[in-house]
C-alpha cells in the first residue's frame, strides 16, 4: 500500500519560516518526481514546488525565492523549506508524486493527506 505523510505544518508569524517533510513508503519513488501543492480556503489546489528523479527542481513564481525542495538521503523522503512566509501562504499543503515532473495536480498519482499551514500577519 502506497502512503506519503506530510509533517512540519503549523502556525507561524509572517517573515517566519516551516520545514514540512513528506515519507513515502509502499513502492519504489527513486524515478518518479516528488511534488508540493497546496489548497488554500475556497480556491484550487495549486502546484508549488517539485523535485525530478535527476534532483533539479522547479517552482511556483509566487515562492521562488522563498521555498526550496529537497530530497532527504533516503530516497523516499522529501523536504520543503519555506522562509519569508506571507500570510497568502497559507494553506493546506500536499505532498505527491508522478511519474513525470508536472505542475498539474491531475498529472500525479499518489497524494498525502495534507498538512496545514497558517500564517499570521
Known amino acids: 500500500q502506497v502512503q506519503l505523510v506530510e509533517s512540519g505544518g503549523g502556525l507561524v508569524q509572517a517573515g517566519g519560516s516551516l520545514r514540512l517533510s513528506c515519507t513515502a513508503s509502499g513502492r519504489t519513488f527513486s524515478t518518479y518526481a516528488m511534488v508540493w501543492f497546496r489548497q488554500a480556503p475556497g480556491k484550487e489546489r495549486e502546484f508549488v514546488a517539485g523535485i525530478r528523479w535527476t534532483i533539479s527542481t522547479y517552482y511556483a513564481d509566487s515562492v521562488k525565492g522563498r521555498f526550496t525542495i529537497s530530497r532527504g538521503h533516503a530516497e523516499n523522503t522529501v523536504y520543503l523549506q519555506m522562509n519569508s512566509l506571507k500570510a497568502e501562504d497559507t494553506a493546506v499543503y500536499y505532498c505527491?508524486?508522478?511519474?513525470?515532473?508536472?505542475?498539474?495536480?491531475?498529472?500525479?498519482?499518489?497524494w498525502g493527506k495534507g498538512t496545514l499551514v497558517t500564517v499570521s500577519s
Open positions: 505527491a508524486s508522478g511519474p513525470d515532473a508536472v505542475v498539474a495536480p491531475a498529472g500525479m498519482e499518489y
